[in-house]
C-alpha cells in the first residue's frame, strides 16, 4: 500500500526540541520531494520544509534555522528535527510527497500532533 | 506571498445536491497552478484536482474544478456522504506555497 506515516508528535516545553519521522512505503522514496506541513488550531494550512530526491533542503521563513529536515534513504523515512520550540509551532504535523519542489502534493499522512505548553 | 481566500467557510447541503466553493487569490496564479484537497476526520488529506481542471487519479467525474488568474471554483455536481468533509485550495505557482482557509462541506 502507498502510505506515508507519521510519528515523533507529543508535548514539549516552550523552547525544546522534538524530531518527526515520517516512513514512507509502497513507492519509490527518492524519486519525490517529501514535505512538511502544519496546522496550528484553528488555522490554515500551512507549508515548512521539504527535501527534494537529490537531497536538496527548502524552509519556510517561519522555522528556517530551528527546524532541520534530513532522510535515511535506507530506512524510506524522512526526518524533520524542531529546535528551539515556540507556542505558535504547536500544530498538527503532516508529511506530505510531490514529484517536485513547491509543487502540489500527491499523497499525505494522517498527521501527528505537536503541543507546545510549559 | 499569496493569500488564497475561501468561500464560504460551511456549506450546509443535502447528499444529492450541488456544492460550489470558490478560491480568490490575492493576485494572480501563474499557468493556473492550482490544487484542490480533502480532508475527512482523521483521515490523510487527498489531492482532488491540479492544475485548476485536471482530476487526480481515481477521483470521481462527479468533482470538477475551473478557473484562472485569481478566481477558481471547486464543483462537486452530487453530493454523496462520503463528500461531507473540509476542502483546501493550494497555489504553487510563486513560492511560498500557500493555502486556503478551508470549506466545511456539513450535511444539512
Known amino acids: 500500500e502507498v502510505q506515508l506515516l507519521e510519528s515523533g508528535g507529543g508535548l514539549v516545553q516552550p523552547g525544546g526540541s522534538l524530531r518527526l519521522s515520517c516512513a514512507a512505503s509502497?513507492?519509490?522514496?527518492?524519486?519525490?520531494?517529501i514535505n512538511w506541513v502544519r496546522q496550528a488550531p484553528g488555522k490554515g494550512l500551512e507549508w515548512v520544509s521539504g527535501?527534494?530526491?537529490?537531497?536538496?533542503?527548502y524552509y519556510a521563513d517561519s522555522v528556517k534555522g530551528r527546524f532541520t529536515i534530513s532522510r535515511d534513504i535506507s530506512k524510506n523515512t524522512v526526518y524533520l528535527q524542531m529546535n528551539n520550540l515556540r507556542a505558535e509551532d504547536a500544530a498538527v504535523y503532516y508529511c506530505?510527497?510531490?514529484?517536485?519542489?513547491?509543487?502540489?502534493?500527491?499523497?499525505w499522512g494522517r498527521g501527528t500532533l505537536v503541543t507546545v505548553s510549559s | 506571498e499569496i493569500v488564497l481566500t475561501q468561500s464560504p467557510g460551511t456549506l450546509s447541503l443535502s447528499p444529492g445536491e450541488r456544492a460550489t466553493l470558490s478560491c480568490r487569490a490575492s493576485?494572480?496564479?501563474?499557468?493556473?497552478?492550482l490544487a484542490w484537497y480533502q480532508r475527512q476526520p482523521g483521515q490523510a488529506p487527498r489531492l482532488l484536482i491540479y492544475?485548476?481542471?485536471s482530476r487526480a487519479t481515481g477521483i470521481p467525474d462527479r468533482f470538477s474544478g475551473s478557473g484562472s488568474g485569481t478566481d477558481f471554483t471547486l464543483t462537486i455536481s452530487r453530493l454523496e456522504p462520503e463528500d461531507f468533509a473540509v476542502y483546501y485550495c493550494?497555489?504553487?505557482?510563486?513560492?511560498?506555497?500557500?493555502f486556503g482557509g478551508g470549506t466545511k462541506v456539513e450535511i444539512k
Open positions: 506530505a510527497a510531490s514529484e517536485r519542489t513547491f509543487w502540489y502534493f500527491d499523497l
Open positions: 509502497g513507492f519509490t522514496f527518492s524519486r519525490y520531494v
Open positions: 527535501i527534494s530526491g537529490g537531497g536538496s533542503t
Open positions: 493576485q494572480t496564479v501563474s499557468s493556473s497552478s
Open positions: 492544475g485548476a481542471s
Open positions: 493550494q497555489q504553487y505557482g510563486i513560492s511560498p506555497l500557500t
